[in-house]
Nanobody, 121 residues
Framework: QLQLVESGGGLVPAGGSLRLSCAAS????????MGWYRQAPGKQRELVAR???????DYAGSVTGRFTISRDNAKNTVYLQMDSLKPEDTAVYYC???????????????WGKGTLVTVSI
């Protein structure tokens, strides 16, 4: 089991910055690909950014160049630095962990409870 706890959300004016953190506890953090998802009111949850166990990253097109995902395996924490925030970035942001396992074992997925980010005009 892996427990994920997000922090760092809040209210910020457009153009501002926030840094989200996701602290993990339980199983071996470094074995998991980590990601940030978000869900705005009335919309589906979408991938924002992810970082693999080897440090490779990819981003949604809408946040490329503005958001940066990183991880610190020594602290069992993944971060999302969000700059140049826009009102359309308003959403609940969720931390996600994915662990690949070889057959016959199934992959494992874990979610945090989310942290609210509100970007005001």
């Amino acid at each position: 089991q892996l427990q994920l706890v997000e922090s760092g959300g809040g209210l910020v004016p457009a153009g501002g910055s926030l840094r989200l953190s996701c602290a993990a506890s339980g199983t071996v953090f470094s074995l998991n690909d980590m990601g940030w998802y978000r869900q705005a009111p009335g919309k589906q949850r979408e991938l924002v950014a992810r970082i693999t166990t080897t440090g490779s990253t990819d981003y949604a097109g809408s946040v490329t160049g503005r958001f940066t995902i990183s991880r610190d395996n020594a602290k069992n924490t993944v971060y999302l630095q969000m700059d140049s925030l826009k009102p359309e970035d308003t959403a609940v942001y969720y931390c996600h962990a994915h662990r690949e396992r070889p057959p016959p074992y199934i992959d494992l997925d874990y979610w945090g409870k989310g942290t609210l980010v509100t970007v005001s005009i």
